[in-house]
């Protein structure tokens, strides 16, 4: 039996990326996982492949396509898990809209307004609406129930565009807060940052641009992460705070999916 055997956990923007190698990892620890986003089907990027991995992993995958940008798809995602698990063991807000054409480089004044929207809309409010939404379900658990909220070192220094800055701080911001008020219901709420991680979309660039990608982490090192950081036991000593993937994987001794441990975040001060 896994470490989060008999666990309800939902994870946000699952169909690729971050939020599919978390997906992963929790099926890795025999853990019900609903995965959301708007891709459904056939096809290597889709919540319906994702929950499939979840249930080859060990775990059990349940795919609900939602669009995070529609509060009333919101709704009707948590009152679905609300009916069909009756309540919520671990929140993963991992969902993100890239702008296209992604914003690299060039200033502010450079991007479509429509980017903010994009970062900080989907990347910030769609999580504080889907932990809304979230909350009682949480409350509802026996013990060790969370908030995941998947961020960035964007939110301590410059990466990409002022945009993304601005909604990976206040995310930061949304946690630390966030985990004042639930502490009192016995609910921790804690910041990632992973590293460089080789997404799909960073895979996409990597091989148009000629980047290096051997030493970043992987989705699946991430979940990994996520999975053993919530099977601690010590959530409440560590809620509001910022944990480091790099950090995890050195406490938790912990490998990716080729028995690598990647090096540290090569930016971080």
């Known amino acids: 039996m896994g470490a989060h055997s008999g666990k309800v956990a939902v994870v946000t923007g699952a169909s690729r990326g971050i939020g599919k190698g978390i997906a992963r990892a929790f099926g890795e620890q025999g853990a ?5 986003g ?9 919540i319906d492949t994702t929950a499939r991995m979840v249930s080859e992993a060990g775990g059990e995958g349940r795919a609900i396509r939602c669009d995070h940008g529609d509060d009333a798809a919101i709704a009707e995602l948590f009152a679905q898990i609300g009916d069909e698990a009756g309540r919520i063991d671990f929140l993963i807000n991992n969902v ?9 480089g060039g200033g502010f004044w450079d991007h479509p307004i429509q980017i903010w929207d994009d ?7 769609a999580h504080y609406v889907a ?14 129930a969370a908030i995941v909220n998947v961020s960035s070192p964007g939110g ?8 993304y800055g601005t909604g990976k701080a206040g995310l930061d911001r949304l946690t630390a807060d966030m985990a004042l008020e639930l502490e009192p219901k016995g609910v921790a709420a804690v910041a990632l940052y992973p590293g460089s991680v080789s997404t799909e979309f960073i895979q996409d ?3 148009a641009r000629g980047m290096d990608l051997s030493k970043s982490q992987t989705p699946l090192f991430v979940g990994r992460s996520v999975t053993a950081l919530l099977a601690s036991g010590d959530l409440l000593t560590r809620t509001g705070s910022i944990q480091w993937v790099e950090d995890l994987a050195e406490e938790f001794d912990l490998v990716d999916e080729h ?11």
């Open 32 to 36: 019900t996982v609903y995965v959301t």
């Open 38 to 46: 708007r891709t459904s089907g056939d096809g290597e990027r889709t």
């Open 96 to 104: 993100y809209k890239i702008p296209d054409p992604p914003a690299w």
């Open 119 to 125: 970062q900080v809309g989907i990347g910030l409010r």
């Open 131 to 144: 932990s809304w939404h979230a909350a009682p379900l949480l409350f509802k658990a026996a013990s060790g």
């Open 156 to 163: 301590q220094k410059y990466h990409f565009s002022c945009s």
């Open 205 to 207: 660039a990597a091989a």
């Open 259 to 269: 028995g690598r441990r990647p090096p540290g975040y090569a930016e971080r001060g």
